[in-house]
């Protein structure tokens, strides 16, 4: 049995059609939403563990001191 390409090209139309109404009603907008909303819409803490990890990088490498001298040169 030969498929047509009008065939193919119908059943790929209906999936992206399907697709289309899969993401536009059933995932979130998160256009203008921070990383922690996002993170309570999906019961997530990636975005916490993300921060705790950057400040404990910051204080390894000495960032705050290093800003704080800056600062201190400046006035």
């Given at each position: 049995?030969?498929?047509?390409?009008?065939?193919?090209f119908?059943?790929?139309?209906?999936?992206?059609?399907?697709?289309?109404?899969?993401?536009?009603?059933?995932?979130?907008?998160?256009?203008?939403v921070?990383?922690?909303?996002?993170?309570?819409?999906?019961?997530?803490?990636?975005?916490?563990?993300?921060?705790?990890?950057?400040?404990?990088?910051?204080?390894?490498?000495?960032?705050?001191?290093?800003?704080?001298?800056?600062?201190?040169?400046?006035?």
């Amino acid at each position: 049995m030969e498929i047509s390409s009008v065939a193919t090209f119908m059943t790929f139309a209906c999936a992206c059609f399907a697709a289309f109404l899969w993401s536009s009603h059933i995932i979130p907008e998160t256009a203008n939403v921070s990383l922690e909303e996002i993170d309570t819409v999906f019961n997530s803490s990636a975005a916490q563990e993300d921060l705790q990890r950057k400040l404990e990088l910051e204080h390894e490498l000495g960032v705050h001191r290093l800003i704080e001298g800056l600062v201190a040169n400046c006035d």
